[in-house]
């Protein structure tokens, strides 16, 4: 199986949240992704799992997911967007 990511690390430091992504280092404002997140504790936030496939973040305990690519940006075209050109 491929994987979509290879996140190396994910820490928090108040509303901010630090990633190691495919060998780049990335932070977001936790509040901008998610509203459950934002208002997590910081115990919360840090119980988290890595999908297997490097897809995404879960947070058991807030039935909270989120995609890698969201959060580092990642912007995908349409090919009949592209297409239309």
């Not at 949240?17 to 495919?22: E, H, K, P, Y």
């Not at 780049?24 to 297997?52: M, T």
């Amino acid at each position: 199986m491929d994987k979509a990511h290879e996140v190396r690390k994910v820490s928090f430091g108040g509303n901010r949240m630090r990633l190691w992504v495919d060998g780049r280092k990335y932070e977001v404002d936790v509040s901008e992704h998610s509203k459950k997140l934002g208002n997590a504790s910081p115990e919360q936030r840090g119980h988290f799992v890595i999908s297997p496939s490097g897809y995404g973040l879960h947070w058991p305990e807030l039935d909270e997911d989120l995609s890698i690519e969201g959060l580092i940006g990642v912007r995908h075209i349409c090919p009949v967007t592209k297409a239309a050109r």
